[in-house]
């Protein structure tokens, strides 16, 4: 079964729009974490922003911020104010605590950012 | 401040060949892991080490070997490359159980004709 989902498979926002990046994930475990990746042409895996589950708070870096609704198991990226260098694959991904579990990517999401 | 080197970053085999990719990791990081890339796929984990001498298979890891004989390396291996192992592989690092984020390298893309 799919650990993450990332429904949305291509999006397109213009330029200092907000936009939200969906990801809904399946676990049991109580202690997770849950990971947002950028991957721009280049190649090059960038993290971006992590939230943990017992985190009360979204999680938020800068333009970056992680909509965390435990409840229906869901974890949204949301970039607020669009740049044409935002216009990239963006990869969910989640680690559950117990064992070593490695982290888990979802399929991802290419942003176009359009001027 | 090299952090996560892979090498080779391209090759292309002919079907049979073999190679092996090499990660090094300067973070003194107790976790090492070999994803691929194929498009529309994500991120697929192949094999996945969580310390010196240790070594897990992943998602999808037949076709591949890995080695951890020292700490800073992980080797992913391929003794009879085919042509569904083209593919972008990367190598990622993690401090330990409880650390956060990958610390990935900058990927080997792979061709196999």
């Known amino acids: 079964a799919q650990k993450i989902t990332q429904t949305q498979p291509g999006m397109f926002v213009q330029e200092k729009e907000a936009v939200t990046l969906d990801c809904t994930y399946d676990?049991?475990?109580?202690?997770?974490?849950l990971f947002w990746y950028k991957q721009p042409s280049s190649g090059e895996m960038i993290f971006l922003i992590y939230?943990?589950?017992?985190?009360?708070q979204n999680a938020t870096e800068g333009r970056y911020s992680l909509n965390f609704q435990k409840a229906r198991k869901s974890a949204n990226l949301v970039i607020s104010a669009s740049q044409l260098g935002d216009s990239a694959m963006y990869f969910c991904a989640m680690r559950e605590d117990s064992g070593n579990t490695p982290l888990v990517f979802g399929k991802g999401t290419r942003l176009s950012v359009i001027a | 401040n090299a952090g996560v080197t892979q090498t080779p970053k391209f090759r292309v085999l002919k079907t049979g060949q073999s190679m092996t990719l090499l990660c090094a990791q300067d973070?003194?990081?107790?976790?090492m892991y070999w994803y691929r890339q194929d498009p529309g796929m994500g991120l697929r984990l192949i094999h996945y080490s969580v310390g010196e001498g240790t070594t897990a298979k992943g998602e999808v890891p037949d076709g591949y070997n890995v080695s951890r004989l020292k700490k800073q390396n992980f080797l992913l291996g391929l003794e009879s490359a085919a042509p569904s192992q083209t593919s972008v592989y990367f190598c990622?690092?993690?401090?330990?159980?409880?650390?956060?984020?990958?610390?990935f390298g900058e990927g080997s893309r792979l061709t196999v004709l």
């Open positions: 676990t049991s475990d109580q202690s997770y974490g």
């Open positions: 990622a690092s993690r401090l330990g159980v409880f650390a956060g984020e990958l610390f």
């Open positions: 973070m003194n990081h107790e976790y």
């Open positions: 939230q943990g589950s017992y985190d009360e």
